[in-house]
């Protein structure tokens, strides 16, 4: 299944893209894809304990199964005060 990866923050300097696609098997989660996408791009690892994950522009927990033509963002978690 095909599945748009969108990309904020440093997330998106790091990637060298705001986007791409990534091809996943069926039942594969949001936990799967980032692990796909960390696996050409190292780096991204260190970022996991402090992003949130959107599925079709909803914030969605790392354990939610995908189905093709979804959208994934992955976006730094925002602080303030």
Do not use: H
Not at 10 to 25: A, F, I, P, T
Not at 28 to 35: H, K, M
Request: hydrophobic share 40%; glycine share 10%; aromatic share 8%.
């Amino acid at each position: 299944m095909l599945i748009k990866v969108l990309y904020f923050g440093r997330l998106k300097e790091l990637s060298g893209s705001s986007q791409e696609s990534v091809e996943l098997r069926e039942g594969a989660r949001i936990e799967d894809l980032f692990a796909n996408c960390c696996a050409s791009r190292p780096e991204l690892r260190k970022f996991r304990p402090s992003l949130v994950a959107a599925r079709n522009q909803e914030f969605a927990a790392w354990d939610t199964p995908l189905v093709g033509g979804d959208e994934v963002g992955f976006l730094p978690a925002v602080s303030g005060g």
